[in-house]
């Protein structure tokens, strides 16, 4: 017996779930319009959405502008640095905005003092440079991790409206728990969609920040170099 109408009541259910699949088209109901019943919690996870599309562009443009390994540029500074001519090779430096060049200057500035504290100079700015490559990062990884939360928030909260509504008129209704259950899991598929792309652009443009890095220690331990030649050879010469 229970076997039989618990298999009318998944008959009524299916019938239900279908004649209300084919209304929706009927209704023109548009994917915005759709997306609208999600409901308020919608609204942070638009300003997630926001957030993270901005600071993707941003860093990445960033990362592109500072992080640029352009040889030629580099050539020309170590050619600088190995004639001697300190003030003109840290000009050159200052005029790019590469991250590479601010390591470059700040050993530069120290021409005049030891090799310990032209060394300690630019691993201070290479510092001070990987912290404005990251700058914005931590928001993106928040996001990352906070929109996928606030979908599944809202769906929970509906999903407790429903039943509590259910409680309160005792009406049993398949069509008015699928009705509303639909409704809230789009609060879940648009966290979890603001969440991936975040999460995406963390990584990717951590993979850049990282090749940023090594052109950065790289372009420095070649101008230490070349200081270091530049200062023996002086030192010959006066011998």
Partial sequence: MNLFVLLQATQAATAQLTETAEAVPAEGTSYFSLVLKGGWILLPIFLLSLLAIYLIIERWLAISRMGKNDSIWMSRVIELISENKTDKALRFCLERPYAS??????????????????????????????????????????????????????????VILIFYNISMTNDLNIANISDGLYQKMICSGAGLLVGIVAYSGFYILNGRIDRAVVNMEKAGNDALKAIKAARKSEQTGKE
């Fill in 101 to 158: 060049g601010k390591v470059i200057a700040a050993g530069l500035k120290e021409i005049n003092n030891t090799e310990k504290d032209i060394e300690d100079a630019m691993q201070i700015e290479a510092r001070q440079q990987l912290s404005f490559l990251e700058r914005g990062m931590n928001y993106l990884g928040i996001t990352a991790s906070i929109a996928p939360m606030l979908g599944f928030l809202g769906t929970i909260f509906g």
